[in-house]
């Protein structure tokens, strides 16, 4: 059964840190990985989908990285600002393409001014 | 823009009561989700649907059931809604083939009370 694991479960950084989100999976055969930002009491906003053939998508300040081998994606986010304080979740595509996302349970962001 | 709508931000409802939360999407998309988000239990899968009139259960579709009538709108029920089920409730999108990225409404937050 997959499961998708997100570390850290918090994160404080200064203003304008680079930082590094990082996300894993047990079972390397998935679909696509998608990355969502939540701000608290909203729905989930989508960031970038990276598709099982592709090793990353840039989005603006942000990067995400797919290493399906090693089960593990990252999302780099450049010269952080308050703004982009929410919970960063990523999310795998089963190999079946039902187009079911498995969740990890996210990182929350502060980014301090 | 893409859009995912859900008909209610806020619903207050009494312990058994029958409860439809509707999800209607502009994108002309195949599939559409239900999920539910509780605080340490993350997302979790309700129903699903790849098609009008075809449903699929998720990992926890014990209280709920779904309609899809219509391709754009895809509805949530409540038969008799019990206090364990106040809780976030996310639809979403996507199409069933290519370019898989799914899309959510703003949410829904149901108390059961």
């Known amino acids: 059964k997959q499961e998708v694991t997100q570390i850290p479960a918090a994160l404080s950084v200064p203003e304008g840190e680079n930082l590094v989100l990082n996300c894993s999976f047990t079972?390397?055969?998935?679909?696509?990985l998608q990355w969502f930002r939540q701000d608290p009491g909203k729905g989930l906003t989508s960031l970038l989908l990276?598709?099982?053939?592709?090793r990353e998508q840039t989005s603006g300040r942000l990067n995400a990285s797919l290493d399906k081998s090693s089960g593990r994606s990252t999302l780099y986010i450049a010269a952080s600002q308050p703004g982009d304080s929410a919970t960063y979740l990523c999310?795998?595509?089963?190999?079946?393409?039902?187009?079911?996302?498995?969740f990890g349970q996210g990182t929350t962001l502060q980014v301090k001014p | 823009d893409v859009k995912v709508t859900q008909s209610s931000r806020y619903l207050v409802k009494r312990t058994g009561e029958k409860v439809f939360l509707e999800c209607v999407q502009d994108?002309?998309?195949?599939?559409m989700f239900w999920y539910r988000q509780d605080p340490g239990l993350g997302l979790r899968l309700i129903y699903f649907s790849y098609d009008v009139k075809m449903k699929e259960k998720g990992d926890i579709p014990e209280g709920y059931s779904v309609s899809r009538e219509k391709k754009e709108r895809f509805s949530l029920i409540l038969e008799s809604a019990s206090t364990n089920q106040t809780s976030m409730y996310l639809c979403?999108?996507?199409?069933?083939?290519?370019?898989?990225?799914?899309?959510f409404g703003q949410g829904t937050r149901l108390t059961v009370v």
């Open positions: 994108m002309d998309h195949e599939n």
């Open positions: 990276i598709q099982s053939s592709q």
């Open positions: 979403a999108s996507s199409q069933l083939t290519g370019f898989t990225e799914a899309f």
């Open positions: 999310a795998v595509h089963g190999s079946s393409n039902t187009g079911k996302l498995i």
């Open positions: 079972d390397s055969a998935i679909y696509n």
